[in-house]
């Protein structure tokens, strides 16, 4: 196999070449603390291990690197329009919904509304299949009146129950794919639905106590735990003005591997 000249270029990496200093130092009986490669010989600071706690028990998948994300410029991302139906509130088959557009366009109601608590678990909203069908029904119905057209064999717009939570700036949510319960929240419905709860007069405003700060920590409780959204934005003339969201997620090396070139494409000469 020929490989690109550049390569030649390449030493050795440093961090390696200390360690092997160090292993040969510890050969001869000397004690060595090791900062480098490798876990370090202390514990782990307790706030790092209660972090890493807190965001395992939040729902955060697996143990690995955090990202934090920060979105801009996605009130009305979807369908042009932060409201699509120009509606605070819009009363469909008798309940009453916010269609919102923020990251992800979506329909939110309250779980009571529906006979619900908003409390329940994936699996036991999954087995209610007089609920599935009535929300579909709404979620079609909304789709048109969003500009949307015929979502029957789309996944857009989302569906999105809402419930009070006692704690200050945080809602209890369950969010729906829209034919499955999530198991726990999507990244994009989080930024949505933090922005219907921080906007005055839809269906989730009244169910979520505020401090009033800006940019803001929403807590969103779901099945599996909860998801934090930093929400930056303003309220002007009553008006929500979407200004940006973060979320902390996680990631790590999926996978590995080589690809083969045939010679004719490319001589593996990077130069």
Known sequence: MRLAKNLERLGTETAFSVLAEAKKLEAQGKEMIHLGLGQPDFKTPQHIMDAAKKAIDDGVPGTAAPVEMCFLNVAGSSTGSFLPTGNLIDSIDGIEVTCMDVAMPMVIARAEDFGLSGHETAEQLDTDRAFFERMEQIRLAAAVQMGMGDCAQSVTPKFALVAADERINHMTV?????????????????????????????????????SGATPIHVILNHPMGSMEVITDYQIRDNEFIHHSAGLVRTARKLAAGQVFIPGKIWDGDAG
Do not use: D, N
Request: hydrophobic share 40%; with cysteine.
């Open 174 to 210: 369950r969010y729906f794919m829209p034919w499955k319960t999530h198991p726990t929240l999507a990244v994009t419905g989080s930024q949505c639905l933090a922005s219907c709860a921080l906007t005055p007069g839809t269906v989730a405003y009244p169910l979520m106590q505020s």
